[in-house]
Each structure stands twice: as C-alpha cells, then as structure tokens.
C-alpha cells in the first residue's frame, strides 16, 4: 500500500525553465492538495482539487498550475521557474473535503532554482 | 497573514518527563484542530486531533487541549521517547482550508 507517491525526490531548475511535479494516491481519495513548505513558514496551500474535475486555488497560487488528471493522480506546473519557488513541496490527499479527514502526505520533492 | 502560529521554533525535553507543544490561531472559523508529526525525508503523519466543540482528546500518550476562547491549542506527550523527536505541525482546518504553523522542533534526551 504505496499511499501518495511523488516524482521526482529532488530536482534543479534555471530560472525561467519549466517542470511538472507529479502525484498519484491509491487511496481511492476524492480530495488532493499541493502544499509548499518553506523554513519559517511551515506549509502553505498552493492549490487543491476537492474532487475529480474540480481545482481551486489556495493561498499561494501564483507561478503554479494544476491538473486533476483522473481520480489518482494530480500535478504541479511551474511554466517559468522563479529562484522564489527553492521549497519543499508536498502532495496530499484525503478521502473527503471535510475539516474532521486528515490529510495523507507524500515524501516530498525537493526543488532548487538557480 | 499567518492564521496558525507556533511560536517556539524548538524544545528539548528529558525522556521520561512531559512535553508540552503550543499553538494559537486567529481565526474562529475553523472547526478542527490537528497535529501532525515529520521526520526528515518524509511527509508529515497525522497524530491527534480536536473538533471546536471539545476541550480536550486523548490518545495514549498524546492529549491536546483546546482553549477556543483564547484561540489556543496545545499537545502534551507524556511520558516522552526518543522516538517522539521530530518537528510537530499543528494545523487548524474548516473544510478545504487547512493552515498550518510554522512547526516545533521537539528533541527527547536519553
């Protein structure tokens, strides 16, 4: 029981480059989140996807895009890589979009831009 | 603006003895209180958590405590373990919205 994957672990950017960071759950979760963690700031909501075919922004959208491509698996688009973006980023999941579900989080993956 | 706050970036404790993990919000929205629990290279796990209405949950060694008139939540791990050291997130939650503290750095001594 794998529970939310994430590639890649690690990656390094040039400014202005572009990259998709992916995420798949086999928890047969309705809700995904995409989080970025920074020293200081703890972790802050980039954008979520409360159920297959919706995604709405959180409080740190700009610079990302989403997609909800199927049930399992949402990703993380940087068009155009900014040195602001070096953080710890972290995917999760949930069964439901309710305050009481807990979130279930992959390892990570950590991204330098240069 | 920062909605959840803990505001000791790190705290050592003796094995054996109590650790006492604090956090405030701001925001008298939000309807459940969680505390998740990360070692290096991982995601943060779900440890515990509170709904608005309750003042206190226990489960084994961890308890949090719940002040909603002061905005004020704590975790209390009793007795601590070397196993227990490890950065602790406490998050306040009200449907999709989910924030989270900057975290504590707890270190249990042998």
């Known amino acids: 029981n794998a529970g939310v994957t994430q590639t890649p672990k690690f990656q390094v950017l040039k400014t202005g480059q572009s990259m998709t960071l992916q995420c798949a759950q086999d928890m047969n979760h309705n809700s995904m989140y995409w989080y970025r963690q920074d020293p200081g700031m703890g972790l802050r909501l980039i954008y979520y996807?409360?159920?297959?075919?919706?995604?709405d922004k959180g409080e740190v959208p700009n610079g990302y895009n989403v997609s909800r491509l199927n049930k399992r698996e949402f990703s993380l688009r940087l068009e155009s890589a900014a040195p602001s973006q070096t953080s710890v980023y972290f995917c999760?999941?949930?069964?439901?979009?309710?305050?009481?579900?807990?979130?279930?989080f992959g390892n990570g993956t950590r991204l330098t831009v240069t | 603006d920062q909605q959840v706050k803990q505001n000791s970036p790190s705290l050592s404790v003796q094995e054996g003895r109590i650790s006492i993990l604090n956090c405030d919000y701001t925001n008298s929205m939000f309807d459940y209180f969680l505390w998740y629990k990360k070692y290096p290279a991982e995601g943060p796990t779900f440890l515990i958590s509170i709904s608005s209405i309750k003042d206190k949950n226990e489960d084994g060694r961890f308890t949090v405590f719940l002040n909603k008139s002061a905005k004020h939540l704590s975790l209390h791990i009793v007795p601590s373990q070397p196993g227990d050291s490890a950065v602790y997130f406490c998050?306040?939650?009200?449907?999709?919205?989910?924030?989270f503290g900057a975290g504590t750095r707890l270190t249990v001594k042998p």
């Open positions: 999760a999941s949930r069964a439901q979009g309710r305050s009481n579900s807990p979130l279930h």
């Open positions: 998050a306040a939650s009200r449907d999709n919205d989910m924030r």
């Open positions: 996807s409360a159920s297959e075919g919706t995604t």
